[in-house]
T-cell receptor
Framework: GDSVTQMEGPVTLSEEAFLTINCTYT??????LFWYVQYPGEGLQLLLK?????DKGSNKGFEATYRKETTSFHLEKGSVQVSDSAVYFC??????????FGPGTSLSVIP | NAGVTQTPKFQVLKTGQSMTLQCAQD?????MSWYRQDPGMGLRLIHY???????DQGEVPNGYNVSRSTTEDFPLRLLSAAPSQTSVYFC??????????????FGPGTRLTVL
């Protein structure tokens, strides 16, 4: 069935470090791909998305590229800040409207 | 717009009790869904709906019922609560447009404890 796999956390980085959170997926058809972020005590909110192969989603300095050949959608940021500390979820939406989330990766950024 | 609202924010039940978690959205979204969030498990889809009168099961539907009589509301019913249903529940909605590229808007969550 459809699924999303993310790298295990938690991830701890120093401020201004480079961030990569890996995400791979299994899906039939041509899913849309998303990264959502959950700040402490809040619900999820969309960070970025991509709808087709080779699309790059970007927002707030974060980027992810839809790689169909490797079924991946890795999240990157060149210089993280303390305010980026949150849980990050990779997700896909299938052609029949079901949205599947990965388990989430907790990120802590220390000054 | 209020966005997606959920009530209650917190709830404690005893095993065997029933209750309904409320979810409403005022964005005229067709797609609505319920997730539960458990430590180390991420979000798991319970039920979803692509429009009024249409519902379908997600990954973990057992023990939960839903109905969608209006576009705005999508209540989640626990018929006989069990400790395994202790979790944080999120409702989400999106516009079911073309290409499946819809942003989901999440409610603030309901923290449920079953004793």
């Amino acid at each position: 069935g459809d699924s999303v796999t993310q790298m295990e956390g938690p991830v701890t980085l120093s401020e201004e470090a480079f961030l990569t959170i890996n995400c791979t997926y299994t899906a039939t058809g041509y899913p849309s791909l998303f990264w959502y972020v959950q700040y402490p005590g809040e619900g999820l909110q969309l960070l970025l998305k991509a709808t087709k192969a080779d699309d790059k989603g970007s927002n707030k300095g974060f980027e992810a590229t839809y790689r169909k050949e490797t079924t991946s959608f890795h999240l990157e940021k060149g210089s993280v800040q303390v305010s980026d500390s949150a849980v990050y979820f990779c997700a896909l939406k299938t052609s029949y409207d079901k949205v599947i989330f990965g388990p989430g990766t907790s990120l802590s950024v220390i000054p | 717009n209020a966005g997606v609202t959920q009530t209650p924010k917190f709830q404690v039940l005893k095993t065997g009790q029933s209750m309904t978690l409320q979810c409403a959205q005022d964005m005229n979204h067709e797609y609505m869904s319920w997730y539960r969030q458990d430590p180390g498990m991420g979000l798991r889809l319970i039920h979803y709906s692509v429009g009024a009168g249409i519902t379908d099961q997600g990954e973990v539907p057992n023990g939960y019922n839903v109905s969608r009589s209006t576009t705005e509301d999508f209540p989640l019913r626990l018929l006989s609560a069990a400790p395994s249903q202790t979790s944080v529940y999120f409702c989400a909605s999106s516009y079911a447009g073309l290409a499946g590229a819809d942003t989901q808007y999440f409610g603030p969550g309901t923290r449920l404890t079953v004793l």
